[in-house]
């Protein structure tokens, strides 16, 4: 008997990509097969030391999350069809009592980069809010900030903590803001990290794309009622910045749009 063709990637909408390129992240639910999340946990649960890089060859399981049609799909739609895995992972384990993380971004500190380099962050076990989850701040991935300065910012307004349940993955551009709260619980917090690149530029956009998307003029007094892509990356401002900012941003996610359908920047 022959094994079943895997399933092909599910790819992304024009709105979930603009919703990406407006909020430098998306959050999957993934639907492993049942045990496989517990597996994975309980095996994370009984290690003592961390193997870093190694992760996947010690959790072998962990290669079923890399090869799950949504994850395949979200990096396809915003990598390109060549996206890279790169060879480096990371087993985030927040023990109980262990503190909070600053803020931070894991790129260089470069305003202005496209969709190049991007965070999987996969979750085998629920992470409830006193178990010290992931903390992102939406829309800050194009924003510069000096590590040493961006430490000693507190509670910044917008800031979404990735309360989740088994088998989330979140991608996150590298550049996005984040850090975590504190493990309050007498839990572990387990969190895999892996790394992802594109490898070329996209000739054509390579998600499920209708090109009436940017078509249409938006009309800023019924933003709120409106979800199409064109006014997602016109008005949405989650983190409610000044107007002088906003506009920044707005042109930036402009650029970001024309570069993965393959057309030059306006
Ligand atoms: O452990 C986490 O939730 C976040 C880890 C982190 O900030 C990082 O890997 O850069």
């Not at 915003?78 to 927040?94: E, F, I």
């Not at 000693?152 to 996005?176: C, E």
Request: aromatic residues 8%; hydrophobic residues 35%.
């Amino acid at each position: 008997m022959s094994a079943a063709a895997p399933a092909p990637p599910t790819l992304l909408d024009d709105r979930a990509v603009a919703d990406y390129i407006v909020r430098g992240y998306l959050l999957l639910q993934l639907d492993l097969p049942p045990g496989v999340n517990e597996r994975i946990a309980a095996a994370l649960d009984g290690m003592r030391s961390n193997p870093g890089d190694a992760i996947t060859g010690a959790v072998p399981e962990l290669h079923r999350v890399l090869d799950h049609p949504l994850v395949q799909g979200a990096l396809t739609s915003l990598a390109g069809r060549d996206y890279r895995v790169m060879d480096h992972r990371h087993w985030h384990c927040k023990e109980p009592g262990s503190p909070s993380m600053p803020w931070h971004q894991d790129g260089k500190n470069v305003r202005g980069q496209g969709l190049d380099r991007f965070l999987g962050l996969y979750y085998p076990a629920d992470v409830t809010a006193d178990m010290g989850p992931t903390i992102v701040v939406p829309g800050t991935h194009f924003r510069n900030a000096p590590t040493d300065r961006m430490r000693t910012y507190t509670n910044i307004r917008g800031q979404v903590p990735l309360v989740v349940g088994a088998g989330a993955f979140a991608i996150t551009h590298y550049d996005l803001w984040h850090g975590t709260a504190a493990n309050r619980s007498l839990r572990r917090r387990h969190m895999i990290k892996f790394l992802f690149s594109r490898t070329r530029r996209n000739a054509r956009p390579t998600w499920d794309h209708d090109p009436e998307a940017m078509s249409g003029s938006g009309d800023w007094n019924r933003r709120a009622e409106s979800d199409r892509p064109i006014d997602q990356l016109r008005f949405a401002n989650p983190l409610n910045v000044s107007q002088t900012d906003h506009y920044k941003e707005v042109a930036k996610r402009h650029a970001v749009w024309a570069e993965l359908t393959g057309r030059p920047a306006p």
